[in-house]
Nanobody, 122 residues
Framework: QVQLVESGGGLVQAGGSLRLSCAASGRTFSTYAMGWFRQAPGKEREFVAAISWNGGSTNYADSVKGRFTISRDNAKNTVYLQMNSLKPEDTAVYYC???????????????WGQGTQVTVSS
């Protein structure tokens, strides 16, 4: 079993940057692909980015390509999401998740964190 805890959210102006972290418990973190999803008020949860177990493969939503970077440090049991050039439409609760592969399909992920709020002001 994997427990996930996100941090690093907050309020930032448009054009600014934030780095989200997701700390995982358990010795099996390095065997899981990790994903980031987000959910804005009144909208469905959507895929943001994913990374394979060894970091060799990444996957991004078109809306964040070139602005966001996902990475992981298996020695620290942590996955990161570096978010640059933030826009008001990036405002959402961001969730990390652990699953078998770096897919954008949320139902593939069996473990989820509690989320961290990101608010981008215009």
């Amino acid at each position: 079993q994997v427990q996930l805890v996100e941090s690093g959210g907050g309020l930032v102006q448009a054009g600014g940057s934030l780095r989200l972290s997701c700390a995982a418990s358990g010795r099996t973190f390095s065997t899981y692909a990790m994903g980031w999803f987000r959910q804005a008020p009144g909208k469905e949860r959507e895929f943001v980015a994913a990374i394979s177990w060894n970091g060799g493969s990444t996957n991004y939503a078109d809306s964040v390509k070139g602005r966001f970077t996902i990475s992981r440090d298996n020695a620290k049991n942590t996955v990161y999401l570096q978010m640059n050039s933030l826009k008001p439409e990036d405002t959402a609760v961001y969730y990390c998740a652990a699953g078998p592969g770096p897919t954008g399909w949320s139902r593939a992920y069996g473990y989820w964190g509690q989320g961290t709020q990101v608010t981008v002001s215009s």
